[in-house]
């Protein structure tokens, strides 16, 4: 609005809602920058086929976990499911970029058992520790119960993956 002299002024309701577009769109503009700040960056996915890998293998009723009539129990080995054709049918690794051994250790830490699926890549990760390599390797070493003759024992569950770099 104009006064008599010519001079705009606004009222109080006026500047408060000047103001509040201003702050709006502040808020706005700094909700882009940070949106676009995270969805750049890259996602760090080294461990993640290891860690699908071991959930799938102790989690999964199809794979080495033991189970009764009743249910599965995640974290017991059953040496009856303890074989590569087992792994194979319940993880679909088979012809996949993936290698990976399955060793498992009594409480004594000697060795009960030893698997390899895509032997091919699997034994590609000597070479995982090299600067050109084309492999990427992860480990992960867990505490398990196994099942043997309905008898429970203590032990170690070795995992070894080896998968190409893409």
Known sequence: MRNKKGFIFLTDEQLNIVIYVF???FVFGVLIFIST???DRGVELS???THLLVNGLLY???CLSY???VRSYPGIVDLDNFNENKIIKC???????LGFGVELYDSEMNSLDNIEINSEIFVQGLLCDL???KYSCSSKKLYVLYENNSEFYSGYLNIRAVARNE
């Open 131 to 133: 600067k050109t390599s």
């Open 23 to 25: 702050l709006i769109l």
């Open 37 to 39: 700040f995270y969805m």
């Open 67 to 69: 189970s009764d009539e």
């Open 60 to 62: 999964s009723p199809d």
């Open 47 to 49: 461990g993640l086929d």
């Open 91 to 97: 993880l679909s690794y088979g012809s996949g970029g």
